[in-house]
């Protein structure tokens, strides 16, 4: 059964900086997606940062790109989103997701667009707040 456990996040005030973890586990696929969608009250989800774990690509939605950076530890099993210079507009639950189909006939950016959701694995979800 695949888990995706994250942590790491919390409040923190404009310009200031958080890092997400998501340790994944019961996944047995060498080529899969990983990557972080958020949600904010009353908006749509949003693919955030996406990243293929075989070939190392990544993509991020245009109003993170400079400030996010997602990265991987495969002998962890553990990814990560380091978020920078945050804005009260990255204030958000993030959730930490797995595509099984990157790899094979799907690609990072079409991960990241998606709303498709049923077809992603899901972590369960951390709050990041941005105080301005």
């Known amino acids: 059964q695949v888990q995706l456990v994250e942590s790491g996040g919390g409040l923190v005030q404009a310009g200031g900086s958080l890092r997400l973890s998501c340790a994944v586990s019961g996944w047995t696929l060498e080529r899969y997606g990983i990557g972080w969608f958020r949600q904010a009250p009353g908006k749509e989800r949003e693919g955030v940062s996406c990243?293929?774990?075989?070939?190392?690509?990544?993509h991020y939605v245009d109003s993170v790109k400079g400030r996010f950076t997602i990265s991987r530890d495969s002998a962890k099993k553990t990814v990560y989103l380091q978020m920078n210079n945050l804005k009260p507009e990255d204030t958000a639950v993030y959730y930490c997701?797995?595509?099984?189909?990157?790899?094979?006939?799907?690609?990072?950016?079409?991960?990241?667009?998606?709303?498709?959701?049923?077809?992603?694995?899901w972590g369960q979800g951390s709050q990041v707040t941005v105080s301005s």
């Open positions: 990243m293929s774990v075989s070939d190392g690509s990544t």
């Open positions: 997701v797995v595509d099984s189909y990157v790899g094979w006939t799907n690609t990072v950016q079409a991960m990241c667009s998606t709303t498709d959701y049923v077809s992603l694995y």
